[in-house]
């Protein structure tokens, strides 16, 4: 079992940067694929980021590549997603959750996912 515990988010005005963190806790952290989802009001539970179990590859919605970087250190269980030139359709509760298909990174849908963290929420507003 993995459990993912997310960072608190914040108020932040638009262009700034912004650093969320999940941590984990199980044995496993390195056989998951880590995602990012992120939540709004509408359309819904959208997929923003994901990283494969080793690390090397990353793949990205096209509504934050080029601002957005996720990342991982598996010796501390710890998946990232540093948030740059924030904008505000941005605002979103942003969710790490955890895919055991290790290498699979390319926008999966959310029944794949086995684990979710508690959801932080992020406003980007003047």
């Known amino acids: 079992q993995l459990l993912l515990a997310d960072s608190a988010g914040g108020l932040v005005q638009p262009v700034a940067s912004l650093r969320l963190s999940c941590a984990t806790s199980?044995?496993?952290?390195?056989?998951?694929?880590m995602n990012w989802f992120r939540q709004a009001p509408a359309p819904g539970r959208e997929f923003v980021a994901a990283?494969?179990?080793?690390?090397?590859?990353?793949f990205y919605s096209n509504g934050v590549k080029g601002r957005f970087t996720i990342s991982r250190n598996n010796a501390k269980n710890m998946v990232y997603l540093q948030m740059n030139k924030l904008k505000p359709d941005d605002t979103a509760v942003y969710y790490c959750?955890?895919?055991?298909?290790?290498?699979?990174?390319?926008?999966?849908?959310?029944?794949?996912?086995?684990?979710w963290g508690q959801g932080t929420q992020v406003t980007v507003s003047p």
């Open positions: 959750a955890a895919n055991p298909r290790r290498d699979y990174i390319d926008s999966r849908p959310i029944s794949e996912m086995d684990y």
């Open positions: 199980g044995r496993l952290f390195g056989t998951y694929a």
């Open positions: 990283i494969v179990g080793g690390g090397r590859r990353t």
